[in-house]
């Protein structure tokens, strides 16, 4: 009953912004990490940036400086906001959550994905 679904994503010219969010619904007593990950075509999946429960934030080299992660634990989301957008941020970005679930199991939780293209 767990998921987690992500709304945002598109088209961005490059330098462009964009942000996509994720919120996690259904029996939840509690979450853990949260994070970002993307997969280019013909790429393997890499992790874009992570956050703690208490807030901690890691950003890969990559997007440094670029994009920002952030979790509101009342709304049970975690955004990704992206400035200055590079055609090779192309990808789908798919959310991760570590949760706990109604039943006190925790599980690593996976979203649909949601398609970023930057055009140049």
């Known amino acids: 009953q767990v998921q987690l679904v992500e709304s945002g994503g598109g088209l961005v010219q490059a330098g462009g912004s964009l942000s996509v969010s994720c919120a996690a619904s259904g029996s939840i007593s509690g979450i853990d990490d949260m994070a970002w990950y993307r997969q280019a075509p013909g790429k393997q999946r890499e992790l874009v940036a992570s956050v703690t429960a208490t807030g901690n934030t890691n950003h890969a080299d990559s997007v440094k400086g670029r994009f920002t992660i952030t979790r509101d634990n009342a709304k049970k989301t975690v955004n990704l906001q992206m400035n200055s957008l590079k055609p090779e941020d192309t990808a789908v970005y798919y959310c991760?959550?570590?949760?706990?679930?109604?039943?006190?199991?925790?599980?690593?939780?996976w979203g649909q994905g949601t398609q970023v293209t930057v055009s140049s």
């Open positions: 991760n959550a570590e949760i706990l679930s109604g039943d006190w199991n925790w599980r690593n939780y």
